[in-house]
């Protein structure tokens, strides 16, 4: 039974040499990383990266160098998270345009983050991470009950309107809450558009561990997640409790999408454009799929945030910027290259 | 008598009882306007008797209320009612002719165009006044042209034109949230105030620089209506019935287009009227005729009660654009479970 299954599966996803892929994007990873710590207002040579790194030097190039550390790692957190996130809402919709950010998965977390700000004087991450959950799985249902409206269920392009119109309607009930709040609005415009810039270790630690279950519960899914790309009948001929693999999986993603904005903010895009650039190189099986993503997607959000630093110089410029500057076009070329007929 | 009646005799009296109800329902919302916009002017602090207001309205010199009711109070109902209308056909064309009630042009695009260049405008020029106005339409006018050129080639334009405008959308929004965050308090402010749609500064020139287009667009609009009911047949058999596609869509666009910016210029973005004036009216007069003008007047009626609740129904006063996008969500749920239970499509 396994045998023929695999070889079905096998068939549906071809796959291109993924371990080298996968090596190859830690390298890219790990030069990221550098280029993180590197860049900014003060550039750094390498040799002062490292010692920054292993000794305890009080130079002024150290302090800069190590400054950068709870953003990198912050940066790198985030871009997995939403890659992952990303790959398995594209699944579960079976939606190439499916994105937390265009989905308004976000705009439900910033919400309620907002509601939980405002009214319940929420001031602490542990709280900004419950609102943002919540608001997350409530965006996401919300959406999705949207977006199945009329004929012919949740196609794309209905999902993607409901998500634009949810953002709309969710960032305009926050403006209701937060206009007459002037401190709260002060505070809140910072966190509206997506940065690693404010960084702190202690709260990407306390994070960790629901990103760490999240992930989990996707990675676990991944074999699922395969046999529903045949199509849910075939799927469930196979053995596969395809509305219990899709509530699961959805679960998993929304997780991580909640708790990525509790930390960084809303960040659009990420979960758009890394699941298909690495679909081109390993191919649409999940097990490589999604590993290849969440380097990717740190790789990524590490580079545009290092971009944004160099660019704003000597402010910066926030990396929800610089995703949304980068990933709108590969939106547009995944609308226009897909046939009209299947929009 | 009836037993005798022909087929074709009973569908043209049910036709004509939906004609006649759809007409009773518009003069229905054009008596509510009227009453509406003549208790706009009147309510308020101070309160001022019909017969005041009447007499400013006349010309007459009445102390106090020539000021408050001529002055502020006029020019601010004058712009809700036309930057309404405008919202309104301008929303109810792109639904009609995309066929697709969730595609309005404040949701795929256009009003964002103009949001970020009149935030621009503002924080990074420091501009204000007929600077940020003009800004916003050219960017409105340019952001709609450079979306419809990305998806009018092939088939399926209508899909697409939704889809390409939600990712500008994205993007300018990103943009727009950048802005914000550099803005200095006092450009803050203003800038919110835009981006929150707000009558608070109407002006007669205000008022001149929407009712202008309006004169001139809202009339075209209505000779295509025709066009456009075929249009929402289906591409293929609008083009069986003889309507230039491509050409029709394309003036529909700019109309509809123009009708947005001039309207957004002049308050900043009303969200939600344009997407909630054109299932409201269809709903209220069925699919009989053109929904063009009940469309026009509901959207009106939103901007004008909307600005009132706004301004008296809270503790605070709220722009009329926060008021009105707070019923996005709550009209959304009401779509939802109406399709649920008419178990019809959208």
Redesign the interface.
Same mark, same amino acid.
């Given at each position: 039974m396994t045998t023929t299954l695999e070889a079905i599966v096998g068939d549906a996803v071809k796959t291109r040499r993924p371990p080298w892929w996968l090596l190859l994007g830690l390298l890219a990873l790990v030069a990221a990383v550098f280029l993180s710590v590197a860049f900014g207002a003060r550039v750094v040579s390498l040799g002062e990266v490292w010692t920054a790194l292993t000794t305890d030097s009080e130079s002024v190039t150290s302090a800069a160098v190590r400054s950068r550390v709870p953003r990198t790692i912050l940066a790198i957190v985030v871009g997995a998270a939403l890659a992952v996130a990303g790959v398995v809402l594209q699944a579960v919709t079976r939606n190439p345009l499916a994105d937390p950010f265009i989905l308004g998965i976000n705009s439900g977390a910033s919400l309620l983050v907002v509601i939980g700000i405002a009214f319940f004087g929420a001031a602490t991450m542990p709280l900004y991470i419950v609102f943002a959950l919540a608001g997350a799985a409530l965006a996401a249902v919300f959406v999705y009950a949207v977006g199945s409206l009329g004929v012919g269920g949740p196609t794309p392009l209905k999902l993607a309107l409901a998500g634009a119109i949810t953002t709309a309607a969710f960032t305009s009930l926050s403006s209701a809450i937060l206009l007459p709040r002037i401190d709260v609005m002060r505070v809140f415009r910072f966190w509206q558009v997506g940065s690693v810039g404010r960084a702190e270790n202690s709260d990407t630690l306390l994070v960790l561990p629901i990103l760490l279950v999240g992930t989990v519960i996707c990675a676990l899914s991944a074999r699922s997640l395969n046999i529903l790309a045949l199509g849910d009948e075939a799927a469930a001929g196979l053995g596969v409790h395809v509305t219990r693999v899709r509530l699961g999986a959805a679960g998993g993603a929304i997780i991580l999408c909640g708790a990525a904005t509790a930390l960084a903010g809303p960040i659009g895009f990420v979960g758009l454009i890394v699941p298909h650039l690495c679909r081109q190189l390993v191919g649409a099986d999940h097990r490589w799929l999604l590993p290849m993503s969440a380097i990717a997607g740190a790789t990524l959000l590490t580079l545009a945030d290092v971009v944004g630093r160099v660019l704003g110089r000597p402010d910066e410029i926030d990396v929800g910027v610089v995703t949304a500057l980068i990933g709108a076009p590969v939106f547009l070329w995944v609308v226009l290259r897909r046939s009209g007929s299947r929009a | 008598m009836s037993a005798n009646r022909t087929a074709s005799e009973t569908v043209r009296a049910v036709r004509l009882r939906g004609a006649r109800r759809a007409r009773l329902i518009v003069a229905g919302l054009a008596i509510a306007l009227v009453a509406l916009f003549a208790g706009s002017l009147a309510f308020g602090d101070p309160v001022y008797s019909p017969a005041d207001v009447w007499r400013v309205l006349t010309g007459q010199f009445v102390p106090g209320a020539s000021f408050i009711v001529g002055e502020l109070r006029l020019p601010r109902s004058v712009l809700a009612v036309v930057a309404g209308a405008c919202f309104g056909l301008a929303g109810v064309t792109f639904q009609t002719m995309l066929r697709?009630p #969730?595609?309005s042009p404040? !949701? !795929?695009g256009i009003t964002n165009g103009a949001n970020a260049a009149a935030l621009f405008a503002i924080v990074v020029l420091g501009a204000s006044g007929l600077v940020v106005s003009l800004g916003a339409v050219v960017a409105g006018v340019a952001t709609a042209a450079l979306i419809y050129a @990305?998806?009018s080639s092939?088939?399926? &334009?209508g899909?697409?034109l939704? *889809?390409?405008g !939600?990712?500008?959308?994205?993007?300018l929004? +990103?943009?727009t949230? /950048?802005l914000?965050? /550099?803005a200095n308090e006092f450009d @803050?402010q203003r800038a919110?105030r835009w #981006?929150?749609g707000s009558l608070n500064l109407a002006t007669w020139d205000g008022v001149a620089l929407v009712a202008v287009p309006f004169v001139v667009l809202a009339p075209a609009l209505l000779l295509l209506s025709r066009r456009l009911s075929l249009l929402r047949l289906g591409e293929d058999l609008a083009a069986g019935l003889g309507v230039p596609i491509e050409p029709t869509r394309r003036l529909l666009v700019l109309v509809a287009v123009g009708l947005a910016a001039f309207a957004t210029a002049a308050t900043g973005p009303i *969200? %939600?009227v344009a %997407?909630m004036a054109g299932p409201i009216a269809t709903r209220l007069v069925g699919h009989r005729g053109s929904p063009m003008v009940p469309s026009a007047l509901v959207g009106a009626l939103l901007v004008l009660a909307a600005d009132l609740l706004g301004q008296y129904a809270f503790? =605070?006063r /709220?722009?009329v654009? &926060?008021?009105t996008?707070?019923l996005?969500?709550p009209f *959304?749920i009401y779509? @939802?479970i109406r =399709?649920q239970r008419t178990g019809? +499509?959208?």
């Amino acid at each position: 039974m396994t045998t023929t299954l695999e070889a079905i599966v096998g068939d549906a996803v071809k796959t291109r040499r993924p371990p080298w892929w996968l090596l190859l994007g830690l390298l890219a990873l790990v030069a990221a990383v550098f280029l993180s710590v590197a860049f900014g207002a003060r550039v750094v040579s390498l040799g002062e990266v490292w010692t920054a790194l292993t000794t305890d030097s009080e130079s002024v190039t150290s302090a800069a160098v190590r400054s950068r550390v709870p953003r990198t790692i912050l940066a790198i957190v985030v871009g997995a998270a939403l890659a992952v996130a990303g790959v398995v809402l594209q699944a579960v919709t079976r939606n190439p345009l499916a994105d937390p950010f265009i989905l308004g998965i976000n705009s439900g977390a910033s919400l309620l983050v907002v509601i939980g700000i405002a009214f319940f004087g929420a001031a602490t991450m542990p709280l900004y991470i419950v609102f943002a959950l919540a608001g997350a799985a409530l965006a996401a249902v919300f959406v999705y009950a949207v977006g199945s409206l009329g004929v012919g269920g949740p196609t794309p392009l209905k999902l993607a309107l409901a998500g634009a119109i949810t953002t709309a309607a969710f960032t305009s009930l926050s403006s209701a809450i937060l206009l007459p709040r002037i401190d709260v609005m002060r505070v809140f415009r910072f966190w509206q558009v997506g940065s690693v810039g404010r960084a702190e270790n202690s709260d990407t630690l306390l994070v960790l561990p629901i990103l760490l279950v999240g992930t989990v519960i996707c990675a676990l899914s991944a074999r699922s997640l395969n046999i529903l790309a045949l199509g849910d009948e075939a799927a469930a001929g196979l053995g596969v409790h395809v509305t219990r693999v899709r509530l699961g999986a959805a679960g998993g993603a929304i997780i991580l999408c909640g708790a990525a904005t509790a930390l960084a903010g809303p960040i659009g895009f990420v979960g758009l454009i890394v699941p298909h650039l690495c679909r081109q190189l390993v191919g649409a099986d999940h097990r490589w799929l999604l590993p290849m993503s969440a380097i990717a997607g740190a790789t990524l959000l590490t580079l545009a945030d290092v971009v944004g630093r160099v660019l704003g110089r000597p402010d910066e410029i926030d990396v929800g910027v610089v995703t949304a500057l980068i990933g709108a076009p590969v939106f547009l070329w995944v609308v226009l290259r897909r046939s009209g007929s299947r929009a | 008598m009836s037993a005798n009646r022909t087929a074709s005799e009973t569908v043209r009296a049910v036709r004509l009882r939906g004609a006649r109800r759809a007409r009773l329902i518009v003069a229905g919302l054009a008596i509510a306007l009227v009453a509406l916009f003549a208790g706009s002017l009147a309510f308020g602090d101070p309160v001022y008797s019909p017969a005041d207001v009447w007499r400013v309205l006349t010309g007459q010199f009445v102390p106090g209320a020539s000021f408050i009711v001529g002055e502020l109070r006029l020019p601010r109902s004058v712009l809700a009612v036309v930057a309404g209308a405008c919202f309104g056909l301008a929303g109810v064309t792109f639904q009609t002719m995309l066929r697709n009630p #969730l595609a309005s042009p404040d !949701i !795929i695009g256009i009003t964002n165009g103009a949001n970020a260049a009149a935030l621009f405008a503002i924080v990074v020029l420091g501009a204000s006044g007929l600077v940020v106005s003009l800004g916003a339409v050219v960017a409105g006018v340019a952001t709609a042209a450079l979306i419809y050129a @990305l998806a009018s080639s092939g088939a399926a &334009v209508g899909a697409r034109l939704i *889809l390409v405008g !939600i990712g500008i959308a994205a993007m300018l929004n +990103s943009v727009t949230a /950048y802005l914000l965050v /550099y803005a200095n308090e006092f450009d @803050l402010q203003r800038a919110m105030r835009w #981006l929150n749609g707000s009558l608070n500064l109407a002006t007669w020139d205000g008022v001149a620089l929407v009712a202008v287009p309006f004169v001139v667009l809202a009339p075209a609009l209505l000779l295509l209506s025709r066009r456009l009911s075929l249009l929402r047949l289906g591409e293929d058999l609008a083009a069986g019935l003889g309507v230039p596609i491509e050409p029709t869509r394309r003036l529909l666009v700019l109309v509809a287009v123009g009708l947005a910016a001039f309207a957004t210029a002049a308050t900043g973005p009303i *969200l %939600f009227v344009a %997407f909630m004036a054109g299932p409201i009216a269809t709903r209220l007069v069925g699919h009989r005729g053109s929904p063009m003008v009940p469309s026009a007047l509901v959207g009106a009626l939103l901007v004008l009660a909307a600005d009132l609740l706004g301004q008296y129904a809270f503790g =605070t006063r /709220y722009p009329v654009g &926060v008021v009105t996008g707070a019923l996005g969500a709550p009209f *959304l749920i009401y779509l @939802l479970i109406r =399709t649920q239970r008419t178990g019809g +499509s959208l």
